[in-house]
């Protein structure tokens, strides 16, 4: 039961993944992939964190490590 189950999720989420690519459509988790993979990059994070003097955090307890990584890299020259 267990096995079929997650069979099921892995196709539910291949065929949402595959809909989403086919429609040009990003949903929340994939901008913050992306968000991770620029905030990262050497010379592209420290543009991007330059651009931004504060980062306000609401509710600090609810963020989870994608979004740390996201938060850290953006800001990584102030933990220097």
Do not use: C, P
Request: aromatic share 6%; hydrophobic share 45%.
């Amino acid at each position: 039961m267990v096995r079929r189950e997650r069979r099921r999720s892995r196709l539910t989420l291949h065929g949402l993944r595959a809909r989403k690519q086919s429609l040009g459509l990003l949903d929340f988790d994939d901008l913050l992939l992306y968000w991770r993979v620029a905030a990262q990059d050497g010379a592209l994070g420290e543009e991007l964190g330059a651009a931004y003097d504060h980062i306000l955090v609401d509710e600090f307890q609810d963020v989870n490590l994608l979004q740390l990584d996201v938060l850290v890299g953006l800001r990584r020259m102030d933990l220097a």
